[in-house]
């Protein structure tokens, strides 16, 4: 997929996984971001303020403090509790009240209309524009964001979207 009319740090992660294999520096990071698509689209909503290969360690730092990334379970904890946990050192993320409040928010949204499967945003074969649409009603996810979903999901191995 052609993103040179995009820059910064998600196109750098592109970059170096095309040069070197990796695109967080964390062969694990990767490897989960490939096998879960919430994985994905949690690191594409925490990739803001901050650098771009920690937003997208941040599903991974979630999983390991949780022992799961379940949609329905993040949704309905107490949301101090899920807070506490967000911002365990090193957090999740730099905003930990905000963005783990937008995380929560997903993640219920994800468990009561999608069921609690992020893949089931893209998985039923619609284009590239009907995903950056459903993606676009998600808390967080602007037009730029939008817009590199697509790459977040060639690049992870989630949809083709050869040109």
């Known amino acids: ?28 990071a990767d490897a989960f971001l490939r096998a879960d698509g919430n994985a994905a689209l949690i690191g594409l909503l925490l990739d803001q303020r901050m650098l771009a290969e920690s937003a997208f360690i941040g599903p991974l730092k979630l999983k390991r403090r949780l022992g799961h990334l379940e949609m329905d379970r993040i949704a309905k904890m107490d949301p101090d509790d899920f807070k506490a946990v967000f911002g365990e050192k090193p957090a999740v993320h730099r905003f930990t009240n905000s963005m783990a409040a937008r995380v929560q928010t997903l993640a219920r949204i994800l468990a009561d209309e ?29 037009p730029t964001k939008a817009k590199k979903v697509g790459l977040v999901l060639h690049y992870f191995g989630h949809r083709d979207f050869q040109d």
């Open 1 to 28: 997929m052609d993103y040179s009319h995009l820059g910064g740090g998600l196109v750098r992660m592109l970059e170096r996984l095309k040069a070197e294999g990796t695109a967080t520096k964390d062969p694990e």
């Open 114 to 142: 999608y069921g609690g499967n992020a893949e089931n945003l893209w998985g039923d074969g619609v284009g590239l524009d009907e995903i950056q649409r459903r993606v676009r009603r998600l808390p967080g996810f602007g």
